[in-house]
């Protein structure tokens, strides 16, 4: 099974930019991730699928600012603008199909600050 | 608008059952799959599995088979959770997806409120 790797934490101050990680484990360099926010005490929300081109779908509502890039194994999710509403936990997950069977695994998230 | 709607808090005793409850609305309920994931208090998103609408059929992850059963209740679009012989470990924020698909593509949206199961004697 493919291991999402995130930084539990990142900061950054209103109105800077923050780029987010979720390293894939090596042999699964290739997969396309999902990208999820969830600000405290809420669910988890959709924010974009990102390939290993960097080429990147948003869900409906998700800001232009919200952009995403790969290299390699590295996934990125990058925040310009940083606003009081983006303090949340970012989760990257990645959907698989192994023997027939259709599986997720999520990363460990990080925590993002806006200081 | 698409929604889904989870049944509220629960404390339970060790060794108790619970079940879950999911009602969705505002799409066609069998026509996407529903996932469940669970969020410890302070970690990350676990995967727990899914439900096929159409068939009934569930898939377990690693992890969740035995006392975690997936069903379906299709004609009020309600999908459940139960868990059996509650832990103190089971104690966590389980939330139901819908796993939406257009084309080749899918992602978990949207979410349920999510629905805090509490396991404490």
């Known amino acids: 099974l493919p291991v999402l790797t995130q930084p539990p934490s990142a900061s950054a101050l209103p109105g800077a930019s923050i780029k987010l990680t979720c390293t894939l484990s090596r042999e699964h360099s290739t997969y396309t991730i999902e990208w999820y926010q969830q600000r405290p005490g809420r669910s988890p929300q959709y924010i974009m699928k990102l390939k290993s081109d960097g080429s990147h779908s948003k869900g409906d509502g998700i800001p232009d600012r919200f952009m995403g890039s790969s290299s390699g194994a590295d996934r990125y999710l990058t925040l310009s603008n940083l606003q009081p509403d983006d303090e949340a936990e970012y989760h990257c997950a990645e959907s698989h199909t192994i023997d027939g069977q259709v599986g997720y695994v999520f990363g460990s998230g990080t925590k993002v600050t806006v200081l | ?121």
């Open chain 2, 1 to 121: 608008q698409v929604q889904l709607v989870q049944s509220g808090s629960e404390l339970k005793k060790p060794g108790a059952s619970v079940k879950v409850s999911c009602k969705a609305s505002g799409y066609s309920f069998t026509s996407y799959a529903m996932n469940w994931v669970r969020q410890a208090p302070g970690q990350g998103l676990e995967w727990m599995g899914w439900i096929n609408t159409n068939t009934g059929n569930p898939m377990y992850a690693q992890g969740f088979t035995g006392r975690f059963v997936f069903s379906l209740d299709i004609s009020a679009s309600t999908a459940y959770l139960e868990i059996s012989s509650l832990e103190a470990e089971d104690s966590a924020v389980y939330y139901c997806t819908r796993k939406y698909c257009a084309g080749d593509s899918c992602e978990l949206d949207p979410w349920g409120q999510g629905t805090l199961v509490t396991v404490s004697s």
